[in-house]
């Protein structure tokens, strides 16, 4: 009896009542929130005089506090929408504080980063933490004094130059898709050398080479920030280069007939074939063909050569080399020395831009039918192994290329074919008597 009318009192239901009210609400965020709110320090105290504006940063149970670098009269600041009246600029700083602010948590957020405070602060300050910049900032820091710098000082070739842009992009989208818009240096791992590899075979269709190439730049960029003393150690220190060294095309003997005997009627397109003949025939390159001037051709024992001049044309080695001309490269630079566009550039021939001259090579390739990609570095790759295959020494071979070693001749430049080979062992058992 007494248990019934305890059930039945007034404190029982209030017990009750608050204990749905409980199931009722809504759980608390305040684990996860995160707000953004300003107010002036000593407003009351100091109606007349300017009080500094400070941003207030809540996150859960953590909460961070810094001045804003603006100060006005506390009348002028309204603590609710965050402005400061009759002041525009001032409430368009403000804004972007809070939208910065914002912006970075949401970031660490969606990357499933520790929300940490004093990095949504530096932030939305634009500053950097101990003076240490960012690794997208390190990527372009790296840019600005190494390729930019390289490029006004003459180490960097114009060519090189748009390459290294296109790579930057490149590596800049991946660190944005792999570690968000704001990673630390110390974000990059080891594991991401291999990760880059594979995204720009895959996002971007590179070859094996070429991202290996790109990875092995971004070491690069990292060991800067070593050298720097951002970072204590290069996360990419143990990645090598794995190339597969495919070896490039050249033309035979009987396709660079068939490209000199090819019945073609255009006035464009027999020029173009003309100069890539004349790099079939001199093993020069676009940009050695394109600045060959009358002053480069000397003679030297009777013989007719071009000697490149340092840092014009040999630009990635800074080596001089010695191309002697035979009598149908002779023949060609005859034919164009009164050529109006030779003689308004001062150069040999009447060169074009790169992309059209492989451009018009397609419609060569396709008069005479040859099924290898005519380009002009196959001209120089055809003139390389045609040297070789004659009998001219290696050493001679990558003096002629202006290379700064025999290796890259022989990685890159050379194809021994098979008669080559034999007619040398069928030599060598003249010399021995091996018979």
Same mark, same amino acid.
């Given at each position: 009896m007494k248990r019934a009318k305890l059930n039945n009192s007034r &404190?029982?239901?209030?017990?009750?009542?608050?204990?749905?009210?409980?199931?009722? $609400?809504?759980?608390? &965020?305040?684990?996860?929130?995160f707000t953004v709110a300003f107010f002036q320090r000593s407003a009351q105290?100091?109606?007349?005089?300017?009080? #500094?504006? !400070?941003?207030?940063?809540?996150? %859960?149970?953590?909460?961070l506090q810094y001045s804003t670098g603006i100060s006005c009269k506390p009348g002028l600041f309204d603590q609710s929408t965050g402005t400061v009246k009759n002041n525009a600029k001032h409430s368009k700083i403000l804004a972007a504080i809070k939208t910065k602010a914002n912006e970075c948590y949401a970031e660490m957020k969606l990357s499933n980063r520790p929300i940490d405070l004093q990095i949504i602060k530096a932030y939305s300050l634009d500053i950097d933490i101990q003076g240490i910049p960012l690794m997208l900032e390190c990527l372009e820091l790296f840019w600005n004094e190494r390729i930019e710098t390289g490029l006004k000082i003459g180490d960097l070739e114009k060519g090189s130059y748009l390459k290294l842009r296109a790579w930057h992009g490149h590596l800049s989208n991946f660190i944005r898709e792999r570690h968000g818009l704001r990673p630390p240096l110390t974000a990059i791992v080891p594991a991401d050398a291999k990760a880059c590899v594979d995204w720009l075979r895959e996002k971007k269709n590179h070859s094996n080479d070429v991202a290996m190439r790109i990875t092995s730049h971004l070491k690069r960029v990292l060991e800067?920030?070593?050298?720097?003393?951002?970072?204590?150690?290069?996360?990419?220190? #143990?990645?090598?280069?794995?190339?597969?060294?495919?070896?490039?095309?050249?033309?035979?003997?009987?396709?660079?007939?068939?490209?000199?005997?090819?019945? =073609?009627?255009?006035?464009?397109?027999?020029?173009?074939?003309?100069?890539?003949?004349?790099?079939?025939? *001199?093993?020069? %390159?676009?940009?050695?063909?394109?600045?060959?001037?009358?002053?480069?051709?000397?003679? =030297?024992?009777?013989?007719?050569?071009i000697i490149q001049v340092r840092d014009k044309i040999r630009k990635k080695t800074n080596l001089p080399?010695?191309?002697?001309?035979?009598?149908?490269?002779?023949?060609?630079?005859?034919? !164009?020395?009164?050529?109006?566009?030779?003689?308004?550039?001062?150069?040999?021939?009447?060169?074009?831009?790169?992309? $059209? =001259?492989?451009?018009?090579?397609? @419609?060569? @390739?396709?008069? *005479?039918?040859?099924?290898?990609?005519?380009? *002009?570095?196959?001209?120089?790759?055809?003139?390389?192994?045609?040297?070789?295959?004659? %009998? #001219?020494?290696?050493?001679?071979?990558?003096?002629?290329?202006?290379?700064?070693? *025999?290796a890259t001749t022989t990685r890159h430049y050379t194809t021994v074919t098979p008669e080559t080979v034999v007619r040398d062992f069928q030599a060598i058992k003249r010399k021995t008597k091996l018979d």
């Open positions: &404190t029982s239901h209030a017990i009750n009542r608050l204990d749905r009210q409980k199931a009722n $609400k809504p759980q608390s &965020t305040r684990a996860t929130e105290t100091t109606p007349n005089k300017d009080c #500094m504006i !400070y941003a207030l940063l809540n996150h %859960g149970r953590t909460r800067f920030a070593t050298a720097n003393e951002w970072i204590q150690r290069n996360p990419f220190l #143990m990645f090598r280069k794995k190339m597969q060294n495919k070896r490039q095309e050249s033309l035979t003997i009987q396709e660079v007939e068939a490209i000199e005997n090819a019945a =073609i009627a255009s006035d464009v397109l027999n020029i173009v074939r003309d100069i890539f003949l004349f790099c079939c025939y *001199t093993g020069l %390159g676009y940009s050695e063909v394109n600045s060959l001037t009358p002053s480069n051709i000397t003679e =030297i024992n009777g013989q007719k050569c080399s010695v191309v002697p001309l035979g009598k149908e490269a002779l023949l060609i630079l005859e034919r !164009y020395r009164n050529h109006p566009a030779s003689l308004q550039k001062g150069v040999c021939l009447p060169v074009q831009a790169n992309q $059209k =001259i492989n451009a018009y090579l397609k @419609q060569i @390739q396709h008069v *005479t039918g040859i099924k290898k990609r005519l380009t *002009t570095h196959v001209a120089r790759r055809t003139a390389a192994t045609y040297y070789l295959n004659a %009998g #001219m020494p290696l050493t001679s071979v990558s003096a002629l290329l202006g290379h700064s070693d *025999t």
